[in-house]
């Protein structure tokens, strides 16, 4: 009998298994503000009311696009695109599709205290002395330190770019700030860190980093027939500078996990999430 018994179960598993995996979905996000931001309203959204299961993962954006490539993550919501993120692109664009924008409007460039007298990346070298020569940056993948290593060499700067995170960038940032230092940081917007501190971009006038862009949703070929409605949300799903920022705010100034700051966010704006959900 216990054989019998146990036949069955195990004639049962790759149905159970397929209908456990019918509603989970993985996505990566980068540890940068706005993409931890949006990637867990995405979380809550689809938990809270589309019945999934979703699981993040923090890498950087070299793994993440690999994976998403490869079918080992869903989705990736911090494709900034069309100068940051475009070498991964070119890369991955045959096993990859772009899904709609979350966010219009984006930047990056380097980025410093409104207070520092200097407003060019062309006045850089003339006060090298009071920066250190250090440009503060984040992780090593993301491609704004990529395009920052590039304008250091067509401008010509006798400055080197120190490698660490999003949480530590802004944490330098902060410290000099409050000291009224000066501090040069590969910035970007959207983040909470324009809403809360006087800052300004560094005309860039060779264009290295180019003109505004915007942050795509990339998702792995086979995503829209495996996730037709997760397909449709993540199309509908478009913030403007306010929400964002909004959003971004109360993650930086809670202890609490991104995705329960999220549920409140949700409770705050439920209007604006409902129109991102697929009508059934």
């Known amino acids: 009998m216990s054989l019998v018994l146990t036949g069955c179960q195990d004639n049962q598993k790759p149905d159970d298994k397929k209908q456990e995996n019918a509603k989970k979905i993985k996505f990566g996000v980068g540890n940068w503000a706005d993409g931890i931001a949006i990637t867990n309203l995405a979380k809550a959204i689809l938990e809270e009311k589309m019945g999934y299961q979703v699981e993040v993962t923090i890498a950087e954006p070299g793994l993440i696009f690999t994976s998403v490539s490869q079918g080992e993550f869903d989705a990736f919501l911090g494709t900034w695109l069309p100068i ?3 070498d991964y692109i070119k890369k991955f664009g045959d096993e990859v599709e772009k899904l709609g924008t979350n966010y219009e409007g984006a930047r990056i460039g380097l980025v410093v205290p409104e207070y520092v007298d200097i407003d060019s990346i062309e006045e850089m070298n003339n006060v090298k002395d009071e920066f250190n020569g250090k440009i503060i940056g984040v992780g090593s993948g993301a491609g704004i330190m ?5 304008a250091i060499k067509e401008y010509d700067l006798g400055y080197d770019l120190v490698e660490s995170s999003g949480p530590v960038m802004t944490a330098k940032l902060a410290d000099a700030i409050s000291n009224k230092e000066p501090v040069i940081v590969t910035g970007w917007k959207p983040h909470w860190k324009f809403a809360r501190y006087d800052l300004k971009f560094l005309k860039d ?5 180019g003109e ?8 792995r070929n086979g995503f829209k027939e495996d996730h037709p409605d997760a397909a449709k949300f993540l199309k509908n799903l478009k913030l403007n500078d ?3 920022g909004g959003l971004m705010g109360m993650i ?3 202890d609490k996990e991104p995705a329960e700051v999220a549920k409140e966010w949700i409770k705050e704006n439920e209007k604006l999430v409902e129109s991102f959900i697929p009508e059934k």
């Open 146 to 150: 990529d395009t920052t290593e590039k």
């Open 205 to 209: 006038p060779k264009k290295i980093y």
């Open 252 to 254: 930086a100034d809670s």
């Open 84 to 86: 940051t993120h475009k």
């Open 242 to 244: 306010k929400e964002l």
């Open 212 to 219: 505004t862009e915007s942050i795509y949703n990339i998702v």
